[in-house]
């Protein structure tokens, strides 16, 4: 054994909704008894993947003794097991790392197999998360769905698009985010106003929050800068209710803006407790 960086799992903060395992595609956690668990110091490399997708903030590394971590023993056992989109997003995890020791071992792995994999190849955008997480919050787009629009008699369909919608549960890497028009909600909103979904929610992803009740606000800023950054959505539109404490959402959203590298437009509305619309506006 030797000292390296490996994943730390807090027990206490870690409520078992499982979004850490898709985010470890090398097999080294899973959910046992209602709790993320390392399984084996072997399948894990402690990069850290795994960190950033954590909404309650109990995955961490540290240095530690722990067995080496075995590249090829991963390839073999658990990646090309996977299929190609998890190979394409493990090589590129390892480039993007500078690990090109394991990277050159994965390459090896996959020329004994008489396999060719293209990085610059596009991984499937329609692919969910593993069945070791939580059901409820297996990533789930379905955007392409044909929605039917009654006017204003008749049953009209829901205008959600995607699968989770809470913004501790959703990851900012998910396809439905990914050059959208971004919705950014408080709680109470959708209960306030009865066309919420013929007028705001359609043709645009959803994301729900509760600037006053929900714990853990800086993993919303750090999703938020993601969102910008990453799934470069195109615009955010933020919905809250005209009591004080909702506008702590609009706070979060402008400081990832201003933290982000990207620039992009941002909608404010804010909805009376009676559901009619006090004020529209882009800051």
Known sequence: MAKRKIIKIDEEKCNGCGLCIPNCPEGALQVIDGKARLISDIFCDGLGACVGECPQG???????????YDEKKVMRENIIKAGKNT?????????????LGYYNDALEVLKEKG??????????????????????????DFSDEKKSDNGESGTRSSQLRQWPV????VPPNAPYFK?????????????????FHKDYLKGRSLSIACPKLDSNQ??????????????NI????????????????????????????RKIPVKSIVVGIKGDILKEEWI
Not at 58 to 68: C, I, K, L, V
């Open 166 to 169: 809470q913004l501790h549960l």
């Open 115 to 140: 396999m060719e994999i293209d990085l610059d190849e596009k991984p499937d955008d329609k692919c969910t998360n593993p069945p070791q997480g939580c059901p409820g919050s297996r990533v789930i």
């Open 218 to 231: 800086e993993i919303y800023l750090d999703k938020l800068t993601k969102l910008i950054d990453g799934a």
């Open 87 to 99: 190979i394409i997003a493990h090589l590129k995890h390892l480039k993007d790392h500078g690990e």
């Open 58 to 68: 109990a995955m961490s590394t540290e240095e530690r003794d722990a067995e080496p």
């Open 234 to 261: 195109n615009t955010l539109t933020v919905m809250t209710m005209e009591v004080p404490c909702c506008s702590g959402l609009l706070g979060l959203a402008k400081k990832a803006v201003e933290n982000a590298s």
């Open 179 to 195: 050059n959208k028009d971004v919705l950014l909600v408080a709680d109470c909103v959708g209960y306030s106003i009865a066309d």
